[in-house]
């Protein structure tokens, strides 16, 4: 399977971006699907999580009433829709599956997509 992550950009605080992660060569039926991010500075972070249909959702703190994340599992697509950002928000936004359902541990992800950047100026 590729994942392919894609709706990056540059945004001015209190904007919005949706993100969206797509499964090729495979699918997102019988996955936890998992966003996660590299800050500058930071290690990779969970920022959310999606399980199969969307009856598990996992926030981080940091993003808690802020992002919302959904999917469309017959298109194989998982979206991260993040509202009222922030400068602290920028970085690279990964998407992953795995099959630990709402797993904050990048560990129990074993497919990864490459990644968009996130640019939130202030």
């Known amino acids: 399977v590729q994942l392919q992550a894609s709706g990056g950009g540059l945004v001015q605080a209190g904007g919005s971006l949706r993100l969206s992660c797509l499964a090729s060569?495979?699918?997102?039926?019988?996955?936890?699907v998992g966003w996660f991010r590299r800050t500058p500075g930071r290690q990779l972070e969970f920022v959310a999580s999606?399980?199969?249909?969307?009856?598990?959702?996992r926030y981080g703190d940091s993003v808690m009433g802020r992002f919302t994340v959904s999917g469309d599992i017959a298109e194989n697509t998982v979206y991260l829709e993040m509202n009222s950002l922030k400068p602290e928000d920028t970085g690279v936004y990964y998407c992953?599956?795995?099959?630990?359902?709402?797993?904050?541990?990048?560990?129990?992800?074993?497919?990864w997509g490459q990644g968009t950047l996130v640019t939130v100026s202030s």
């Open positions: 999606f399980s199969e249909f969307g009856q598990y959702k």
């Open positions: 060569g495979g699918s997102f039926r019988s996955y936890n």
């Open positions: 992953a599956r795995g099959k630990a359902v709402g797993s904050k541990s990048s560990d129990d992800y074993y497919d």
